[in-house]
């Protein structure tokens, strides 16, 4: 068998050019493959990670029917036992109790509809590093009875830190709620649908301005595995009375969910055309060696070798000219893709607007997923492995004589 392949590797660069050419196709076409599917990835994987740390969590227990209309009313009561019980299973990193809800912030002559967010300003800086967003001013502390504003917002409402803004909304079981509120810090969010109306308040303050004491709208989970998704929250629904509904972050964020998925039919699309152009490429490449050798095959088949050998050494050459492809495309992609994982390329114009409407940031991420690259080499080595039946037909039954005379 070593025989066998010395051959083989020996075959292949006696035409020096025609393998190169070979070569160079494959490498452009996964260097292609792989640089779009990591960046369709990472898109994928940067909205994922937007919408989970700044919303949603991997899951969320909520009061039932809060879902189905954001009502304040189906808020439930954040008591000891029932943390205790969510936080005592073993994939559990986080649990951040939030009451959310909607309220007018009005300064002067300007009002605007606005999201209340309250929530443990400590856990909540662990989760998505809050208190680096903030841009003027200071972050919250755990009994603040001040409140955080967005960019945009601000600047709307014309208003700066010390500021005092008035809050107008509806409360538990209909109680009015109003209340003043100084500026402490203002904030900035990357995604222009969370940097226009998101107002944070300390989990207490909101409960107060709210009459919702002690009650909260959801915990949002924040898993250690999250490929262990599935087992967790049906360890967590055992553990809980029907009183509760949990919702993972898919349900939460259909409307991406059903994005991405559009996308990505788009992306395997793309990336067939291109293993189209490998095959073709490749199978051209076998077809030529094939047919300029037949005079040579037969010879080595007069003086003794075996026809099931010859064709063994035909297909280490088309199997070693993709591996060699795959391995330079490796060589030559990681180093790029590395770079561009830590320092995603900022979006401009209509793509960026594009980006923004799915509620992702405006920079194109890339990922560094090892199926990417898995993926690829299992499909250049099966195309070489389909391109080796031709010369295989073509061994098997070709005629000695005849092929001496071509």
Same mark, same amino acid.
């Given at each position: 068998? #070593?025989?066998?392949?010395?051959?083989?590797?020996?075959?292949?660069?006696?035409?020096?050019?025609?393998?190169?050419?070979?070569?160079? /196709?494959?490498?452009?076409?996964?260097?292609? =493959?792989?640089? &779009?599917?990591?960046?369709?990835?990472?898109?994928?994987? %940067?909205? @994922?990670? #937007?919408?989970?740390?700044?919303? &949603?969590?991997?899951?969320?227990?909520?009061?039932?029917?809060?879902?189905?209309?954001?009502?304040?009313?189906?808020?439930?009561?954040?008591? !000891?036992?029932?943390?205790?019980?969510?936080?005592? %299973?073993? %994939?559990?990193?986080?649990?951040?109790?939030?009451?959310?809800?909607? !309220?007018? =912030?009005?300064?002067?002559?300007?009002?605007?509809?606005?999201?209340?967010?309250? &929530?443990?300003?400590?856990?909540?800086?662990?989760?998505?590093?809050?208190?680096?967003?903030?841009?003027?001013?200071?972050?919250?502390?755990?009994?603040? +009875?001040?409140?955080?504003?967005?960019?945009?917002?601000?600047?709307?409402?014309?208003? +700066?830190?010390?500021?005092?803004?008035?809050?107008?909304?509806?409360?538990?079981?209909?109680?009015? =709620?109003?209340?003043?509120?100084?500026?402490?810090?203002?904030?900035?969010?990357?995604?222009?649908?969370? +940097? #226009?109306?998101?107002?944070?308040? /300390?989990?207490? /303050?909101?409960?107060?301005?709210?009459?919702?004491?002690?009650?909260?709208?959801?915990?949002?989970?924040?898993?250690? #595995?999250?490929?262990?998704?599935?087992?967790?929250? &049906?360890?967590?629904?055992?553990?809980?009375?029907?009183?509760?509904?949990?919702?993972?972050?898919?349900?939460?964020?259909?409307?991406?969910?059903?994005?991405?998925?559009?996308?990505? @039919? $788009? $992306?395997?699309?793309?990336?067939?055309?291109?293993?189209?152009?490998?095959?073709?490429?490749?199978?051209?490449?076998?077809?030529?060696?094939?047919?300029?050798?037949?005079?040579?095959?037969?010879?080595?088949?007069?003086?003794?070798?075996?026809?099931?050998?010859?064709?063994?050494?035909?297909?280490?050459?088309?199997?070693?000219?993709?591996?060699?492809?795959?391995?330079?495309?490796?060589?030559?992609?990681?180093?790029?893709?590395?770079?561009?994982?830590?320092?995603?390329?900022?979006?401009? $114009?209509?793509?960026?607007?594009?980006?923004?409407?799915? $509620?992702?940031?405006?920079?194109?991420?890339?990922?560094?997923?090892?199926?990417?690259?898995?993926?690829?080499?299992?499909?250049?080595?099966?195309? =070489?492995?389909?391109? /080796?039946?031709?010369?295989?037909?073509?061994?098997?039954?070709?005629?000695?004589?005849?092929?001496?005379?071509?």
């Amino acid at each position: 068998m #070593n025989e066998l392949i010395k051959i083989a590797w020996r075959n292949i660069w006696r035409n020096k050019r025609r393998t190169l050419l070979t070569m160079t /196709s494959i490498i452009l076409a996964i260097c292609m =493959a792989l640089f &779009t599917r990591s960046m369709q990835i990472g898109s994928y994987e %940067n909205m @994922i990670s #937007n919408a989970v740390k700044l919303s &949603t969590g991997y899951f969320q227990i909520q009061g039932n029917g809060y879902w189905e209309n954001k009502s304040i009313d189906k808020t439930f009561v954040d008591e !000891a036992e029932l943390l205790n019980k969510v936080k005592s %299973n073993q %994939n559990i990193e986080l649990v951040i109790p939030r009451l959310e809800s909607f !309220a007018l =912030a009005s300064s002067g002559k300007h009002t605007k509809g606005t999201i209340i967010i309250a &929530t443990q300003p400590k856990i909540e800086d662990e989760l998505n590093k809050l208190s680096q967003k903030v841009i003027d001013g200071e972050y919250l502390t755990e009994n603040d +009875n001040q409140i955080l504003v967005v960019e945009k917002l601000a600047e709307y409402l014309q208003v +700066n830190v010390g500021d005092t803004l008035v809050l107008l909304g509806q409360g538990y079981h209909g109680v009015t =709620a109003a209340a003043k509120h100084r500026i402490k810090g203002i904030i900035k969010f990357p995604i222009p649908q969370l +940097n #226009n109306q998101l107002i944070y308040l /300390s989990l207490k /303050s909101g409960q107060e301005f709210f009459s919702a004491y002690d009650r909260v709208t959801t915990y949002s989970i924040m898993l250690k #595995n999250p490929d262990d998704l599935d087992e967790t929250i &049906t360890q967590i629904k055992a553990d809980l009375s029907d009183e509760y509904a949990i919702m993972d972050w898919m349900e939460l964020n259909f409307e991406m969910v059903q994005a991405i998925k559009s996308d990505n @039919i $788009g $992306g395997i699309i793309m990336l067939t055309i291109l293993y189209m152009v490998i095959g073709f490429g490749m199978f051209g490449t076998i077809m030529m060696m094939t047919m300029e050798r037949r005079k040579e095959f037969a010879v080595m088949v007069a003086v003794g070798m075996q026809k099931g050998k010859l064709f063994l050494v035909v297909f280490f050459e088309t199997v070693m000219i993709g591996f060699v492809a795959v391995i330079v495309s490796l060589i030559i992609s990681y180093p790029i893709l590395l770079y561009y994982f830590y320092n995603p390329i900022p979006l401009t $114009g209509e793509l960026a607007e594009a980006m923004e409407m799915f $509620g992702a940031e405006p920079v194109m991420p890339f990922s560094l997923e090892a199926g990417i690259f898995i993926n690829q080499t299992i499909a250049v080595i099966v195309l =070489a492995l389909v391109a /080796s039946i031709y010369p295989l037909t073509k061994i098997l039954r070709f005629n000695v004589l005849q092929a001496m005379r071509s």
